[in-house]
């Protein structure tokens, strides 16, 4: 998660002023009439993703042999190899060609005094419709190091990071069995959200799937804590942006919450004025902004967040586990479902 708004402000809002005209297609009947995809392979594969799993990765990719992975520092090149390696390792092939997983960001696309950085990209093809495509992020840069003091951030985005990882695995390991998805998947981690988005921005501007054929963002930063308002019932997941370019995309995330998981999906801060903005502050935001449907997965800020206590020790795994399968559920409907996910009239309209 991204600390403060930069230049945001003038688009955010054009765009508010479209979405206040938004209509009305999110009802009960039109959840209700949704037809989940595949519900007992999904139950499976579900099951795949474990917080023992979760947990071996983060406790890797959040120790500090990694250093906080700053955008173009040692910690991050050692980062964006683990990932690679894992993606090679899984016989999940890239989709620059099959051995090429990294897509190079130069020096001079970023804030004076950065290195060069990478983007990690895997994919799984889809078995009918190839050309259209899920995009799942997480970004893969911290903080790094800063007065001496190594900042892990295994929330910030360790724990997105790893839930890609994990839901990688479930998707490969369904095709494996003869459930190839539908639609193709790209897990994308991009580097150098924490200093301004730009990993996703350079993504969006030389996509490798066109962004017409790009159907959804699901973006995972942040999901691995609770906050101080859910502490007694942390059976919840703050969604942004579901229902901000497409009624379709938050009518299908309801219906896989409601049928798998009963988590309570907090929309706080999708308040078109919720002061915190959050909207704009990590990486869908860049799919958005073309509109390709989204949604931010986040567990709400916590007093670690930013700190050099944002450690694994703090990890609720078992929630960890829950929305990262709920990512997954939601992910597989939307590659497998008859049509992907319209986009509302008054987008359609007025951009
Ligand atoms: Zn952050």
Not at 32 to 38: E, F, G, K, P, R
Not at 297 to 322: E, R, W
Request: proline share 3%; aromatic share 10%; glycine share 4%.
């Amino acid at each position: 998660m991204h600390l403060k708004l930069l230049s945001l402000l003038p688009s955010f809002l054009v765009l508010m002023s479209c979405a206040e005209a938004k209509d009305n297609a999110i009802s009960k009947n039109a959840i209700d009439s949704l037809i989940v995809q595949d519900s007992s392979i999904v139950r499976k594969y579900i099951n795949t993703i474990t917080a023992e799993e979760l947990k071996n990765h983060l406790e890797i990719y959040a120790s500090n042999e990694f250093e906080g992975r700053a955008t173009g520092t040692n910690g991050q090149k050692k980062a964006v190899n683990y990932l690679k390696h894992y993606y090679i390792n899984e016989g999940i092939q890239s989709p620059i060609n099959d051995s090429v997983y990294f897509q190079h960001i130069p020096a001079s696309y970023l804030p004076d005094g950065i290195d060069a950085s990478k983007n990690v990209l895997a994919f799984i093809e889809g078995s009918e419709k190839p050309d259209e495509v899920l995009v799942i992020s997480a970004h893969l840069d911290h903080v790094g190091i800063i007065k001496g003091e190594i900042y892990n951030g295994a929330d910030d985005d360790g724990s997105g990071t790893v839930a890609v990882l994990e839901i990688a695995q479930a998707f490969k390991q369904a095709a494996l069995n003869g459930y190839q998805p539908k639609r193709s998947i790209l897990f994308l981690h991009v580097t150098a959200e924490e200093i301004g988005l730009y990993g996703s921005k350079y993504y969006s501007e030389h996509p490798i799937f066109p962004l017409k054929n790009t159907i959804a963002d699901l973006n995972i930063d942040m999901i691995g804590r609770v906050d101080d308002k859910h502490i007694d019932n942390p059976n919840y997941v703050y969604l942004i942006g579901s229902d901000r370019l497409s009624n379709d995309l938050h009518n299908a995330s309801e219906k896989i919450n409601s049928t798998y998981f009963n988590l309570e999906l907090d929309y706080t801060f999708n308040a078109l004025n919720d002061k915190n903005q959050f909207y704009y502050r990590s990486d869908h935001y860049n799919f958005a902004k073309h509109n390709i449907p989204v949604i931010f997965y986040f567990n709400g800020t916590h007093a670690d967040y930013h700190k050099a206590t944002d450690t694994v020790d703090k990890i609720n795994f078992s929630m960890l586990q829950k929305r990262a399968q709920f990512v997954f559920a939601t992910a597989w409907q939307l590659a497998n479902q008859p049509n992907r996910p319209a986009l509302n009239e008054d987008i359609k309209t007025n951009h």
